[in-house]
């Protein structure tokens, strides 16, 4: 089956370091691939997507590439702020047919906390 | 436009007791899936309705259950609830669920503690 998974966390930078969350999935066909974000007592927001080899999403600096050849959608941030501390999620959704309806399989998660 | 909504947003019960939580998908989406969420486990797929049907489900023992009406407002129900029920709940919904590149956008769920 799917299946999604993140680099160990938890992740602790200093404001306007360079951010790396790494995330590998195994999937068969095309699946498209998410990373959501969670701040504390909330639920998830979508962050960023790409549905096919190559794409790149990117929403407020944070960037990542859909790479087909090495089953690989890692997030990356040039620049992080304290507002960026939350947890991210990666996520697939598969096109298996119906075992695919509605669903999202998603990493383990990975806590970032960024320090002034 | 109004996001997913979800109610309550906090429960305590009782081991033994059940329990049913509302989910209010975007307006225009049909389909609605459910998540549980815990330190443990992480965030794993419940099940899915489209049209007032279920489509697909997760692992999850019977006491697990939904429906969902003809606006396509959604509800779960556990039944006999033990201590490892005790989750966030979140509902997620988008237009039509099937299709690859669909967005699900989530409610702010529905924290359950049992005890």
């Known amino acids: 089956g799917d299946s999604v998974t993140q680099m160990e966390g938890p992740v602790t930078l200093s404001e306007e370091a360079f951010l790396t969350i790494n995330c590998t999935y195994t999937?068969?066909?095309?699946?498209?691939l998410f990373w959501y974000v969670q701040y504390p007592g909330e639920g998830l927001q979508l962050l960023l997507k790409a549905t096919k080899a190559d794409d790149k999403g990117s929403n407020k600096g944070f960037e990542a590439t859909y790479r087909k050849e090495t089953t690989s959608f890692h997030l990356e941030k040039g620049s992080v702020q304290v507002s960026d501390s939350a947890v991210y999620f990666c996520a697939l959704k598969g096109n298996a047919g119906g075992t695919s309806y509605g669903k999202l399989t998603f990493g383990q998660g990975t806590i970032l906390t960024v320090h002034p | 436009k109004a996001g997913v909504t979800q109610t309550p947003r906090y429960l305590i019960k009782t081991r033994g007791q059940q329990v049913t939580l509302s989910c209010s998908p975007i307006?225009?989406?049909?389909?609605v899936s459910w998540y549980q969420q815990t330190p443990g486990q992480g965030l794993q797929f419940l099940f899915e309705?489209?049209?007032?049907?279920?489509?697909n489900k997760g692992n999850f023992p019977g006491r697990f259950s939904g429906r969902q009406f003809s606006n396509s407002r959604s509800e779960m129900n556990v039944s006999t609830l033990e201590l490892g029920d005790s989750a966030l709940y979140l509902c997620?919904?988008?237009?039509?669920?099937?299709?690859?590149?669909?967005?699900?956008?989530f409610g702010p769920g529905t924290r359950l503690l049992v005890l």
């Open positions: 999937a068969t066909g095309y699946p498209s």
């Open positions: 997620a919904s988008s237009l039509a669920g099937v299709l690859v590149q669909e967005t699900q956008y």
């Open positions: 309705y489209f049209s007032e049907t279920q489509r």
């Open positions: 307006s225009g989406h049909r389909s």
